[in-house]
């Protein structure tokens, strides 16, 4: 699925995590057996913890209620969506493995163990270092950042692709931005039956939206310097 282009810097598998649960509008739980979806209901402090705002007849509520220690295990999941429409719109599946209690009529939530799930695998990650992890600066305005790039600069999208190296463009049907973080822009190279993702850094990570502004500019002044390269739209012998 992947494609040729190196790998530039990126986010480390904690910060990821954080990410995704500072991302994340919806989870869902397992605790005693039962399994519960909720949007909207959860919150994040600043060591990680989760806290959980459901109803009080819910099956949660019970199991925390009803545990033999008064502390229920429990796993809760986050899924990383890509805010574009793309296919396999899941970049990363988030578990959290832990103990729930009772915290002023809310559930908190203390992590015991954290696996990270990305197409290249799953990873654990360590709890202190969960813990001490910051989410990506960009995180929650990520999503308006990339449909807004996608819908209203498809012009940029397209010169960006100077930077790609030609075999990846090879048979491409479609190029979107698929992720941005404080290292750089993800592009997603479609073709008719299959997809690889390329990364472009940035000269140095952006901390806010008005440097990351200008990471792309220089991103794009590099690329109008390069050499023009059409998309190949037709059908490659091993894109199956």
Known sequence: MGDTQDWAAGPGAAERARSVLAAAWSCAVTAEGA???YIGAHSVTEDGGVLLDVPEDSALH??????????????LEFADVAPVPVRQRIRARLWIAGWLSQDAG???FRPTRV?????????VVGLEEFAAARPDPLALAEAQLLTHLADAHPDAVERLTRLVRPESLH??????????DRHGLTLRIERTRAHGDVRLAFHTPADDVSQLTERMHALLTQAAAACPRALQRH?????R
């Open 235 to 239: 059908r490659a012998d091993g894109d």
């Open 35 to 37: 399994r519960e979806e």
């Open 106 to 108: 809310s559930l908190q």
């Open 171 to 180: 048979a491409a049907t479609r190029v979107v931005p698929v992720a941005v």
């Open 115 to 123: 696996v990270l799930r990305l197409p290249s695998g799953a990873q």
């Open 62 to 75: 019970t199991a925390a209620l009803c545990a033999p220690r008064g502390e229920p295990s429990a796993v």
